[in-house]
Nanobody, 118 residues
Framework: VQLQASGGGLVQAGDSLRLSCVASARTLGYYVMGWLRQAPGKEREFVASILWSGHNTAYADDVKGRFTISKDKAKNTVALQMNNLKPEDTAVYYC????????????WGQGTLVTVSS
């Protein structure tokens, strides 16, 4: 699986931004697709995930109600809609994939920088 993320940028607090990740793979049926982020000086952390086959989603507590992860099977794309952005959301966001049942994210896209100014 190869992942290509896009959509980052500089926004103000309260604004919205949509990240997109295109996955190149013969099949994604057994994968969990996700977004993780790494803020300056901090460790990489989980943001959201979605089953490629199914409807299950998961979110980090601090983005629940503000971020929505979705998929478009026709375009092999996973999106992260981020609303009501806060300065603490500033980070490099990574698209990632792992096999269902695995704890480790095995495939990574390049990061896309999201900067939220106050």
């Amino acid at each position: 699986v190869q992942l290509q993320a896009s959509g980052g940028g500089l926004v103000q607090a309260g604004d919205s931004l949509r990240l997109s990740c295109v996955a190149s793979a013969r099949t994604l049926g057994y994968y969990v697709m996700g977004w993780l982020r790494q803020a300056p000086g901090k460790e990489r952390e989980f943001v959201a995930s979605i089953l490629w086959s199914g409807h299950n989603t998961a979110y980090a507590d601090d983005v629940k109600g503000r971020f929505t992860i979705s998929k478009d099977k026709a375009k092999n794309t996973v999106a992260l809609q981020m609303n009501n952005l806060k300065p603490e959301d500033t980070a490099v966001y990574y698209c990632a994939a792992k096999m269902r049942g695995d704890s480790t994210w095995a495939k990574w896209g390049q990061g896309t920088l999201v900067t939220v100014s106050s």
